[in-house]
């Protein structure tokens, strides 16, 4: 079982930045593959971001590359992603996710733990 707790959503301008926390509770946090994902209002949770366990290898989805770079410290538990050049489409409730696997994957169903989400608004 693994608590995850995200914060640093807020209000920005196009163009600008934020950085997202999530922190998870337990002592296996290096086990877990960290996946980021998010959701607005009327559409499906997308995929975002995700890193492996030992944070040497991440993938993200076409419409952040190049944008936002995710990374963790497993020493304090936590995931990082970092926005940069936010747009207004990149609105939306954006979630952390776990999941114990042997391979990174994108599928939100197969993430096993969820944190409840912080608001990314950007206005244009």
């Known amino acids: 079982q693994v608590l995850l707790v995200e914060s640093g959503g807020g209000l920005v301008q196009a163009g600008g930045s934020l950085r997202l926390s999530c922190a998870a509770s337990?002592?296996?946090?290096?086990?877990?593959?960290m996946g980021w994902f998010r959701q607005a209002p009327g559409n499906e949770r997308e995929f975002v971001g995700q890193i492996n366990s030992d944070g040497y290898i991440k993938s993200y989805a076409d419409s952040v590359k190049g944008r936002f770079t995710i990374s963790r410290d497993n020493a304090k538990n936590t995931v990082y992603l970092e926005m940069n050049s936010l747009k207004p489409e990149d609105t939306a409730k954006y979630y952390c996710a776990a999941v114990v696997a042997p391979s990174l994957t994108t599928t939100a169903s197969e993430y096993a733990y969820w944190g409840q989400g912080t608001q990314v608004t950007v206005s244009s």
């Open positions: 337990g002592r296996t946090f290096s086990r877990y593959v």
